[in-house]
């Protein structure tokens, strides 16, 4: 069995110094764009039905700001013509990738492939990656590692099965060779074992995209678990997936809670296009049936969903209204340019839980409520005991920016009622705090 094994490279040892001006670069985006870009690489060029004798070359090119490939060069060559010249075509063929994460306007990029005793090796590096950020380099001997994680897949059952896919879990996206066996493993009929192939696929991420046919019929399919797992696995793959869209948008009034999220994640993971386009079949259908979960589902979109339930806090429906702040409350931050609409619910009384929503989400805002602190502070004053408590509590969340509200706090620090006095002492002492 001939087997591919690549490894997306940030480099070690044998990397530039990195300016001290340089920003630092995060990981796991690095990490990701490498594995892109190595699957792109692996696909393109058939790299797994490779039939060539013993070799090994390595070579280079650059991205531009697009993401478009020049100055190709083989430096060590392969004594196979076809060998150097497939990976000139690869390399061309592979272009325009994604921009890169370094945003840098030229990005050069290593290229070491070999092949020994039928196990085929890729690896990437990018110099100008980090040197504190290393992965191990992969080897012939990981090769044979997969050879025999993926003949024990087919060979053996029970614990040593499951093991095999742990271990393959580990190695993530250079565990895509395996990617059939891992696929045969989830028509078992032990659940443990099942569990652990569809983990595998997760960790492959976008590397696991021959697999997408796959976990579509899964999520057709009547079996909860496989439908739940399949969608999960979908949306680690982000934008290769876009294929499941129109099912994963029906998703979304699942009546199973899990795949509900998971459609969510993998729509927003594939770009404002797609996640705009799935809040307004969540505002359509899902908001005006009043399914349950339907806050938490569409606080997955984030910032994408807040124009849309700035617009459902103005609903005529009252039921409307309240699961757009209840959203708006799960988002943390991005809901910071819904100020304006909650601070309107507040001056309207709209009442009920929607108005004691849009005083929490406000607190919860810290500093980017501090807009809300008139309104809050008059809500104090005059508002129902439920929605007086609630201001109180906002006020101290919001922190320094809520001290014009001090002499307001002050008098229920005085007043006869004890858990209003206790509660504008703390939140006097947070106003205070960092002043």
Known sequence: MLLCLATAMISGASTPAISKESAPIDRSACKEYLDEMWVRIVRTWGIADNRSSDFLATSSFELD???????????????????????????QACAPFRLSPLKKTTLHVN???????????????????????????ATVADADLIKGLIDTLRTSKGQQKQDALEE??????????????ILEAIR???????????EALQAMGAAAKDALPEMIKYMKGSDDRLREQSVIVIATMGPTAEEAVPLLLEALDDSDSTVKHGAAKALRGMGSAVSQKAVATLMQSSFHEYITFVPEIIAEFGAEAVPALIKGTEDADRHVVHHSVEALQKMGDAAAPAVPALIKLIDLK??????????????KLGALGKAAVPCLTVT?????????????????SIGPDAREAIPVLNQYVNGADPDLRRRAKEAIRKIEAAQ
């Open 188 to 198: 078992d009929n032990d659940s443990s074992t099942i569990y652990r192939a569809f």
């Open 380 to 396: 104090i004053r005059s508002g129902g005991e439920d929605y007086r408590w609630r201001s109180i509590e906002a006020l101290g």
């Open 168 to 181: 393959l879990k580990t190695l993530g996206v250079k565990a895509q060779p395996a990617l059939p066996a």
């Open 111 to 137: 290229c070491k492939v070999q092949a020994r005793q039928g196990a085929l090796s890729l690896e990437l590096r990018i110099p100008e990656f980090a040197s504190a950020n290393t992965d191990d380099v």
């Open 350 to 363: 709209v009442g009920g839980e929607a108005q004691e929503k849009a005083i929490e989400t406000l607190g």
């Open 65 to 91: 700001a697009n993401g478009n490939v020049s100055n190709i060069a083989i430096e060590q060559k392969s004594v196979s013509f076809a060998v150097n010249e497939r990976l000139r075509k690869t390399f």
